[in-house]
């Protein structure tokens, strides 16, 4: 819905599947949500979004919420960042496996 692509272009409908991606536990539906929010000026809500994103190990999220932090002084804290950074690596960490290694190994081989 957000580009048009074989149905109408409708920001309701989008933000309504991004909302459901989003609670559904999808992180790059949260991240663009967090656009969304940053880009109507609703920075708080934008930054919360980042940060739930950040925790599931969503990199875009993290570099959003450290150029907000650089940026936009006092709309990230130093805490709440560490936080983020501390679960984003937790929630990446998580992910790895030996499986996971040997099937990159092997996509990036070709």
Known sequence: YRDG??????????MYHLELAAIGGHPEARYNLGCHE???DNIERAVKHWIIAATQGDDDSINELMAVFREEDGMVS??????ALRAHQAAVDSAKSPQREAAEKYHFRK
Request: proline share 0%; aromatic share 6%.
């Open 38 to 40: 940053w880009n109507n």
């Open 78 to 83: 130093k805490d709440d960042l560490a936080a």
């Open 5 to 14: 692509h074989d149905v109408e272009k409708d920001e309701g409908k989008e």
